[in-house]
């Protein structure tokens, strides 16, 4: 039986770009089972997609995954395919980072290749659609049991792009992490995960101070007044900020990236 | 073979949410079918997502059903899995009457565990994610052939959340009904199907007045003027009222649950 | 094994209209695989769907190709199932030209029949929803072996609804195309192929004037400078004109079925 490919794309639900990449699949592969993590990445957004995917393949049985945000297909960069330590989990997608952080979360690429003239590839492969005409090819050979050295040229795993993202780190008595992502609430994730709390050694008890401002170390969004702040861990087990039927990221002034101090009170 | 699975939730397809739980399906039981139901049910609209799973249901393969419409998640409310007194349906989702609808179509809930402490249930178990961590897995591993009896701890089937719903009956030679959902076009969907309309005796005839207004019982749209109102049977066999080209829900002036008086003109 | 099923519609993601249609054929061949080619299509927009429906099939695996944008379902128009000359697709819908442009590129309809009242049909049929009590029914029957002649009455091919849409054309040393299509970001697409320009024997150049203006024959939006006009080929080696971060719908004056008048410069 050919092995389960996921999927994770900004491709959207309203044309027929995702469809077409699953018939191009099923014309290689009829009987591999095809996985939508999701289509709804934010357009080009590199680094959200590469973050979805560290979060969720985790849950994902070991198998091909197929990932496209590529703002620069067409361009120079590359696609690959690489293999990580972890569960022969294989993942194919541009070279731009975005596979990056699955793969370190899966034990870190130890092969990959470069697909750009992969024998698999669909030609006359077109100028922007990659994923029908050469990512989703190539996954679906994959699932079928087509090596992954034959899926094209060999390159060193170190030198794929990874991407260069804020790190969490203890300063004194203080832990600086930064606001690495938003959602439609103002609720904001952290770049820190609560297995990095408890490894840090830092003990922050229930009352902190976050940039200055007093929050509460706390289970759920009720756990806390109207109005006020909370720290509290996500579903995936990394810290995140919000305030009770309000907006952390307007409460603290948050953009992207920036830093976020947290101390005891 | 393993059995399909359905799944209907409010989580969209923005994020991750529904992909991840396919994917912690994938893991348990490879060759299961998964089919979405949908996902666009209004966030944490219980009726909603309950009427939903109703009407769709009957047309769906025996198998396990999986729904998620979980405002109160991480709080009080049982999860739960129940067998129905028809076809062998197993349903899986939290105890708030979001499965009570369905399981009453379909011949009632004959058994019933609460899975909060399941032995198939995702360790560490989040505060808000239990689609992942609890439902996906109680329900693959049911559709794999665990027993019922295995996922969890017994409960009285009579103990279920039931939905209040508002109930249509006769009144003198009136018949009460409400209106119980509305659709974007102003389409008002009453708690009144044809068999029941059948089984009541009256005899409305094609005229009628419906809280007072004149009304014509009628099959499509274009049976009357444009701006004229209508009562006819939906896709669902419901009864509902429209205005062709216009909203029947502005035109009638009605809000949710609101009672809706239809006698022969 | 059961056939392949595609399904394209106008169903959107809101409602459980497609996850119905996916319950009913799972019922007919739960080993079937069932690929959402998608169900964005512009509500009742029937050229739309035949369009993308003609350049994402030749994507797909042979099989069985349900399609479902039915702005006069329960009216007068037939219902159908036709086979085509190449590679043994089958194509189910409503015969108002959805299946034409798919069935004329792969190598036109040999085979049809009228399945309004064809057995596979769930009773009682509704008024409204024909996907699911017709056209899905139908599809899981065929991809499940049962054969085209046996799912109604057999009508003409050459009867069925064709499209009437614009046809490039030369023109002198002038190519006579039309804007059939325009996307969110003002991307207009012609109704002319790179093979046809190759074959029409027209030497373009890399300067052009469109509709008077000029206009660059380029490979990506980058090879002009912001604000000016390029002709390029999609993805699907469709001739398409563009601005650079601008709308060439709007630069242009274009509207559906347009004139557009391309000779060299």
Redesign the interface.
């Known amino acids: 039986?050919a092995r389960?490919i996921?999927f994770?794309s900004d491709y959207g639900?309203?044309?027929?770009f995702?469809?077409?990449c699953?018939?191009?699949m099923?014309?290689i592969t009829?009987?591999a089972?095809v996985?939508?993590?999701?289509?709804?990445i934010p357009r080009h957004d590199v680094r959200s997609g590469a973050m979805?995917l560290r979060?969720?393949?985790p849950?994902?049985?070991p198998g091909v995954h197929l990932a496209v945000v590529d703002p620069e297909v067409?361009g120079a960069r590359r696609a690959v395919a690489l293999r990580t330590g972890e569960e022969d989990h294989l993942l194919v997608g541009p070279d731009n980072g975005l596979l990056s952080l699955a793969a370190q979360r899966l034990g870190g690429a130890v092969e990959a290749v470069d697909i750009g003239r992969s024998p698999h590839r669909l030609e006359?492969v077109?100028?922007?659609?990659h994923g029908?005409d050469l990512f989703a090819p190539v996954a679906a050979q994959l699932a079928a049991g087509a090596p992954l050295a034959g899926a094209g040229d060999p390159i060193d795993p170190a030198e794929l792009v990874h991407l260069d993202m804020p790190l969490a780190h203890a300063d004194g008595d203080e832990l600086v992490a930064h606001a690495i992502g938003f959602d439609r609430f103002g609720n904001v994730m952290l770049d820190l995960e609560h297995t990095e709390l408890t490894a840090s050694g830092l003990r922050l008890g229930r009352e902190l101070l976050v940039n200055g401002e007093p929050v509460r170390y706390a289970?759920?969004f009720t756990d806390v007044p109207a109005g006020e702040l909370l720290l509290y861990?996500?579903?995936?087990?990394t810290l995140a900020l919000a305030v009770n039927r309000g907006s952390a990221a307007s409460h603290l002034g948050l953009e992207r990236d920036a830093e976020v101090r947290i101390r005891p009170a």
């Open positions: 039986m389960v996921t994770l639900h309203d044309d027929d995702v469809g077409v699953h018939g191009v099923a014309r009829p009987d089972r996985i939508d993590l999701t289509h709804g979805v979060r969720a393949l849950y994902c049985p067409g006359p077109s100028a922007t659609f029908r289970t759920t861990e996500d579903a995936y087990r």
